[in-house]
């Protein structure tokens, strides 16, 4: 970005010119473009830094109030990409957004061998997550190396080091700390590698960070309810977006796992669910509720297009392709809206604050923490705990075996039982 960045508008040029750089199809830009010159009109002279995803959305929310007909799913979903573009790159400088598949591309010299160590995680049985969320930042990386002028990645030195940690300043602290933390494990793996003469991990600065500075963004049962109950399901989009709100509230499910819902996940005979969690690879089961019950076999029966696809959740308009997550959050957030719940500046307002909406419900009502852990598909305690930002040392006596207390758990969920 040579052209000095002072307005959104500018920012928007060098977004483009960037992807004229990278040889993107005319029609991409093009439909890129659609959104960003109603952006700038907006507030195309608003200082860049003052541009944030949250203002991003507010801007969407006022365009899409004044439309006469709704955009289709597929164009909401691609206005709301294309300001998460933008952001991401304002943060960045790099192209670094895309969709879920696409290859990660390592520029220049680090090319070879950081696809060599995205292997290596595969080899060691990393989770996709992990190895997608690595590949972000070796390749905002490897970008800087080859804008540093390197031309071989073993003539790697502390200087570029240095430099790239310095260029890390305009990310918030979580990004920072994942950022050093991989920085650090390929740097290791270079040199043990031999690609690399002298080990460079221990330059990388240990930075302070930890998950309970963190607080989660939870509503209360009352503000829950008040949306669900919002809710018009007498015509197919409210029947939809009742189903997966539910999903969210009630068993807590993530927008990734409820948009890759399948009817094989159903186990109606055991009033259950089942499925392999997109962001752990691992299993969860969760009974299925009366109400969540209800409103899937509502939306199915009522609501759902006609089409093939094993997907449980597809867009209302257009081709019938299954909801991406980006949607399922754009619902949630509508929802939350359109029910008068208060979203205060900075707090999350998609299906994860509605997970820990129900983690931190469970938690008032005295809900043991195995109990908690075994309904959020964490691996242990200690997960849970962070989570929910939670002394551990007040919490040795609740440690109780998850079976005998399920049905508990049940009831505080708010849902039915078959035997009531």
Known sequence: ????????????????????????????????????????????????????????????????????????????????????????????????????????????????????????????????????????????????????????????????????????????????????????????????EKVVPRDLSPLVPRIRYTKKARIPSAYSREEVEQMVAAIDHGNPRGKRDLALILLAARLGLRAADIAGLRFSNLRWEQDAIEIVQQKTGRVLALPLLNDVGEAVIDYLRNARPHSDSEHVFLKLNGPCEPMQPISIHTVVHTRLKAAGVAIPQGKKHGPHALRHSLASALLEKKVPLPAISASLGHADTDSTAVYLKIDLGQLRGCALDVPGLYQGYLDSLGGENDED
């Open 1 to 192: 970005m040579e052209k000095q960045i002072v307005t959104v508008a500018d920012l928007v040029g060098a977004i483009i010119a960037e992807m004229e750089r990278r040889n993107y199809k005319p029609s991409v830009i093009k439909q890129y473009r659609i959104v960003w010159d109603k952006l700038c009109g907006h507030s195309g002279a608003m200082p860049v830094g003052a541009f944030s995803i949250e203002h991003g959305m507010e801007f969407l929310e006022d365009v899409l109030h004044i439309r006469s007909h709704p955009l289709s799913e597929a164009t909401s979903y691609r206005w709301m990409k294309a300001i998460y573009l933008l952001s991401d790159f304002k943060r960045t400088g790099v192209l670094t957004l895309r969709r879920p598949g696409r290859e990660f591309v390592f520029a220049g010299a680090a090319a070879a061998p950081f696809r060599a160590y995205v292997a290596s995680l595969a080899a060691r049985g990393m989770s996709s997550a992990h190895i997608r969320n690595s590949s972000t930042y070796l390749e905002r990386l490897a970008a800087f190396l080859d804008h540093a002028g390197l031309d071989d990645i073993a003539g790697l030195e502390p200087v570029h080091i240095h430099g790239f940690v310095e260029s890390l300043a305009v990310y918030e602290l979580p990004t920072i700390y994942h950022t050093v933390c991989v920085l650090r494990s390929v740097l290791g793996y270079l040199h043990e």
